[in-house]
């Protein structure tokens, strides 16, 4: 797929994408990050740990919580979950921002990704996720079972996904879904579904049910809601954006008080380069 066609097909249409071997363009496998290799390089750093939505739960050594992914969760508990974020804002205790600066010449976005005209991050030419700052960029790590809950994405944005290790299922909803998945605060967890709270949560069915091998890749359009869970032990790297084409909807997000949102304004408020990313 060209990028001309990505950008009018699934950018401006608003439709997913599951790319099968994003990475074969430029190596036959995905990058060897196997969990012992990333524990030696990165061991020492501090991570965030997270259950299965976006509240982090406890920091941690990355080699202790790859040490831990093999003993399992506490009963009852979820599985937990480390999702690693480069810098998004301007009070943030844990980066990922050297690990990502080790890391750039490891991996490639798909070739299909526009690489100019961004507006969120406003970047104009040449943008590379290997490299640059994105709001959500994370190197995502958990064990079997590990999962993130039904959402849409913060910021009017759009996501696209890398899986580099292991397996991992995604559902994924459009938009107009949301009447019978979300009643404005909150979105029905699919495992445990408050069916007084949504009680037609069951009458939609996902768009899409894929499993995403190492070396696949998905984008996720703004709106669309999704949930993922790790099949096996999984290393994944994620990024969020607006692209120009889509810069009315940025603006109404904005209009509407996104511009207080503190990774707007880290990003609204820094140039390109700026910073350790
Ligand atoms: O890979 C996952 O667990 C889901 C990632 C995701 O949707 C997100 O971080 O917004
Ligand atoms: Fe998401």
Request: some cysteine.
């Amino acid at each position: 797929m060209s990028s001309a066609e990505f950008v009018e097909v699934h950018l401006a249409g608003n439709q997913p994408l599951v790319s099968r071997g994003w990475c074969r363009q430029w190596w036959s496998q995905p990058p060897p990050w196997d969990l012992g290799e990333l524990a030696r390089r990165f061991g020492a750093h501090r991570v965030p740990v997270f259950d299965s939505l976006f509240e982090m739960q406890r920091v941690m050594r990355f080699d202790e919580y790859i040490a831990a992914m093999a003993d399992g969760p506490a009963d009852g508990e979820p599985v937990p979950y480390m999702r690693w974020y480069a810098r998004q804002r301007n009070f943030q205790m844990i980066c990922a921002d050297d690990a990502f600066a080790e890391l750039a010449g490891d991996w490639a976005a798909p070739s299909w990704l526009p690489s100019d005209d961004y507006v969120f991050p406003a970047i104009k030419t040449n943008a590379d996720p290997t490299k640059d700052s994105f709001p959500a960029k994370g190197l995502f790590i958990c064990a079997a079972g590990g999962r993130t809950r039904l959402h849409a994405d913060p910021w009017a944005s759009d996501a696209c996904l890398c899986q580099i290790t292991g397996e991992k299922r995604f559902l994924l909803y459009p938009p107009e879904a949301g009447k019978v998945l979300s009643d404005g605060a909150e979105v029905v967890d699919l495992d445990r579904p408050d069916t007084a709270r949504f009680p037609q949560w069951n009458s939609v069915e996902p768009a899409l049910d894929v499993t995403l091998q190492p070396g696949d890749a998905i984008f996720i359009p703004a709106g669309w809601y999704h949930a993922a869970v790790a099949l096996s032990a999984s290393v994944s790297v994620t990024w969020n954006f607006v692209h120009e084409v889509n810069a009315d909807r940025f603006a109404e997000y904005l209009a509407s008080g996104g511009s207080t949102d503190p990774t707007v304004k880290y990003f609204r408020g820094r140039r390109r380069g700026e910073g350790s990313a």
